[in-house]
Nanobody, 123 residues
């Protein structure tokens, strides 16, 4: 079983930056692909960014390309989401998710989820 704990929630103004972290435990971290999803108020959960087990492959939703960066540190069992040039539409609960390294990068569902962390961007 994989446990995921997000941190880094905050309230920022438009144009600001925030860094989210996700700590993983329960399984060798380098055997996991990792992704970030978000859910805005009244909307469904959507893919934000994904990274393969080694960090050599990444993918982003079109809405965050050029502004967000996903990374991982396999020595610390951590995944990060650096968010720059934030917009009010980036507001939502951000979730860290994990799946087997075999899926490379996943964009829809996953077997393991964190509890989420709130990001609020004011205009």
């Amino acid at each position: 079983q994989v446990q995921l704990v997000e941190s880094g929630e905050g309230l920022v103004r438009t144009g600001g930056s925030l860094r989210l972290s996700c700590a993983a435990s329960g399984r060798t971290f380098s055997t996991l692909a990792m992704s970030w999803f978000r859910q805005a108020p009244g909307k469904g959960r959507e893919f934000v960014a994904g990274i393969n087990w080694s960090g050599s492959l990444v993918d982003y939703a079109d809405s965050v390309k050029g502004r967000f960066t996903i990374s991982r540190d396999n020595t610390k069992n951590m995944t990060y989401l650096q968010m720059n040039s934030l917009k009010p539409e980036d507001t939502g609960v951000y979730y860290c998710a994990a799946d087997s390294w075999r899926v490379t990068i996943f964009r829809t569902t996953a077997p393991y989820w964190g509890q989420g962390t709130q990001v609020t961007v004011s205009s």
